[in-house]
C-alpha cells in the first residue's frame, strides 16, 4: 500500500507540473500555425528595443508569468543581453526594454523568449532569428520581423528523481543534466519539421535508479514541445516470488498419468509476472524427475524454483540375467522363501504372470535374457545365498511398500547387484538383519 500511495505521488506531481506547462503554451500552440506570416516591425533606438510579441507569445501568458527575452548578437549565445526595466503592453501586443551595451553596426540579431513561472521556473518558449540589422548611433533603427526564422524548444517535466547524475539528450547531443524534479529546456531550439528523440544518456546513482521517457519523439509542428515526461524510481533488484500449486514433491504411479499443477508468481513491482515450467516426467520408469519454474521480471530479475516428480510403484521391482550362473536353468530364475505368511502375485516381465504363490517360484523364459520382475502382496522375506540364483540378481529397481520381517540373508551372494532405487524399504517389522548384504560387494546405497 506504501508503494502505491508514493507512485499515485508521483503521478499527481507529474499531472500537476503538465498542467502548468499545458497552461503557459496553449496560446502557442493554437497561434504558431500561422506565426511569421504578416510582417511585424520594431525598432532599435539607441539602446532600447521595441517590439510585437511572437504570436507564440500571446499576451494572455504574461498573466501568471513574467516575460524574458534575451538579445543573441552574430550568434554569440554565450553572452546574450536579457532587456532590462522590461514594459509589457498587453493591449498592442509590444514590449520594449533596454539592451546593455548595444553595438553600432551590421549584425544578426535573435531573440530568445522564455517566461519565469512561479512553478517551473524560467521555460524558454521560441527563439527568432535571421534578422539582419545595422544600428546607427544617434538613429532609429527599423526591425523587420516578417522574414524571421522561429525554432521552438523542447521540455518537459521529470518526476520520482533522488539519485545523482541524471543525463539526458535530444536527437543524440544536446546533453542536459537533471539534478532533481521538476521541468526542463533543452537548450537548442528546433525549427519547424524538425524531429527530436529524448533518450536518457546516464542513469542516476546513489541512490541507482531508472528514468524512463514518455513522449520521447516526434516532429516539432510550429509549437514548443512540452509534454515530454521523465518518470525515475528505484532500480528493481527484487525477483518475483514464486509459489508451486500442488505437492512437492508429487507421487506419480508407475505408467500413471502426470498432470502439471502450475504455479503463481508475484512481484513487488510488475502487477502479472507469467511463469515458465521446464522439464519433463517419464511416468513409463521410476526414479525422480526435476521439473524448474521461472518467472522473469520486467526488470530482468528471474527466481527459479523445483518441484520433484516421483514415479513410484508399490511392487517390490528387481532386475534379473538368466544366463548368469545359478541353480536353475540359462533360461530360468528361481525366487526363494522361507518361512509363511506369502501371498504374492509375480509380473515375470516377459508378459506372464502368477497370482496367489504362497512359496518358492521358478519361471522359464521362452529365451535368455534380462529381464524386470515386480512382486506385489503379502512377501515378508526373499532369501539368497550359495545355493541359489543370486548372482542372477542385477538390481533392485524400487523397494516399494512391502512390509518384510526378516532381512537374513535376503542378498547373500548376490555379486552383480546394484542399488537403484529412489525410494526405501519399509523395514519396521525386521527383527534379523544378520547377512543381508554377505558377499554383495557392488552394493552401495543407503536404507534410510
Known amino acids: 500500500m506504501q508503494a502505491q500511495t508514493e507512485i499515485q505521488r508521483k503521478k499527481n506531481n507529474r499531472n500537476t507540473l503538465r498542467q502548468c506547462l499545458g497552461v503557459l503554451f496553449v496560446s502557442l500552440i ?38 524574458i527575452v534575451d538579445v ?13 526595466e522590461l514594459v509589457v503592453d498587453t493591449a498592442s501586443g509590444t514590449y520594449s526594454g533596454k539592451v546593455p551595451d548595444f553595438p ?9 523568449y522564455s517566461v519565469d513561472d512561479p512553478t517551473l521556473g524560467i521555460v524558454k518558449v521560441v527563439t527568432t532569428s535571421g534578422i539582419t540589422v545595422t544600428v546607427v548611433a544617434n538613429q532609429d533603427t527599423a526591425i523587420d520581423f516578417s522574414s524571421a526564422i522561429f525554432s521552438y524548444f523542447v521540455s518537459g517535466v521529470v518526476t520520482g528523481l533522488s539519485g545523482n547524475g541524471l543525463v539526458i539528450q535530444n536527437n543524440s547531443g544536446d546533453d542536459l543534466t537533471i539534478a532533481a524534479d521538476g521541468s526542463f529546456t533543452f537548450s537548442l531550439a528546433l525549427s519547424d519539421g524538425n524531429a527530436y528523440v529524448i533518450t536518457v544518456l546516464t542513469q542516476p546513482v546513489n541512490p541507482a535508479q531508472t528514468c524512463v521517457v514518455t513522449n ?59 511463469v515458465i515450467v521446464e522439464g519433463d ?15 522473469t521480471d520486467t526488470a530482468g ?15 517390490f521391482i528387481t532386475t534379473w540375467k538368466t544366463d548368469n550362473s545359478g541353480v536353475s ?13 506369502y501371498n504374492y502375485t509375480i509380473d515375470w516381465g516377459d508378459g506372464q504372470e502368477d497370482s496367489n504363490v504362497t512359496g ?16 506385489k502382496g503379502d512377501f515378508p522375506r526373499i532369501v539368497s545365498g550359495p545355493n541359489s540364483d543370486a548372482q542372477k540378481l542385477l538390481s533392485i529397481e524400487n523397494w516399494g511398500n512391502i512390509k518384510w520381517q526378516s532381512m537374513n540373508s535376503a542378498f547373500s551372494n548376490c555379486g552383480s547387484l546394484e542399488g537403484n532405487a529412489s525410494d526405501t524399504p519399509d523395514l519396521s517389522g525386521v527383527t534379523n538383519m544378520a547377512g543381508m548384504f554377505r558377499s554383495a560387494n557392488t552394493f552401495n546405497q543407503p536404507l534410510n
Do not use: W
Open 30 to 67: 493554437l497561434t504558431a500555425c500561422s506565426q511569421g506570416s504578416d510582417p511585424q516591425q520594431g525598432v532599435i533606438t539607441e539602446d532600447k528595443l521595441s517590439a510585437p510579441f511572437p504570436k507564440a507569445m500571446a499576451a494572455i501568458l504574461l498573466t501568471d508569468a513574467n516575460l
Open 72 to 84: 543573441i548578437v552574430d550568434g554569440d549565445i554565450e553572452n546574450p543581453r536579457r532587456l532590462e
Open 104 to 112: 553600432i553596426g551590421r549584425f544578426e540579431l535573435s531573440l530568445v
Open 216 to 274: 520521447s519523439s516526434g516532429e516539432v509542428n510550429g509549437r514548443t514541445v512540452s509534454d515530454v515526461g521523465i518518470t525515475c524510481g528505484l532500480v528493481d533488484t527484487t525477483p518475483p516470488v514464486i509459489t508451486l500449486n500442488g505437492s512437492d514433491p508429487t507421487l506419480v504411479p508407475l505408467n500413471g498419468v502426470y498432470t502439471e499443477e502450475g504455479a503463481s508468481a508475484t512481484d513487488d513491482r510488475d502487477d502479472s509476472v507469467s
Open 281 to 295: 516426467v517419464d511416468t513409463s520408469t521410476l526414479g525422480s524427475y526435476t521439473l524448474t519454474y521461472r518467472a
Open 301 to 315: 530479475n528471474t527466481a527459479v524454483l523445483t518441484r520433484t516428480a516421483r514415479v513410484f510403484s508399490n511392487d
Open 329 to 341: 536353468d540359462s533360461n530360468q530364475i528361481t525366487i526363494r522363501t522361507e518361512g509363511s505368511g
Open 360 to 375: 518358492n517360484k521358478t519361471h522359464t523364459y521362452a529365451a535368455a535374457g534380462t529381464y524386470t520382475v515386480s512382486i
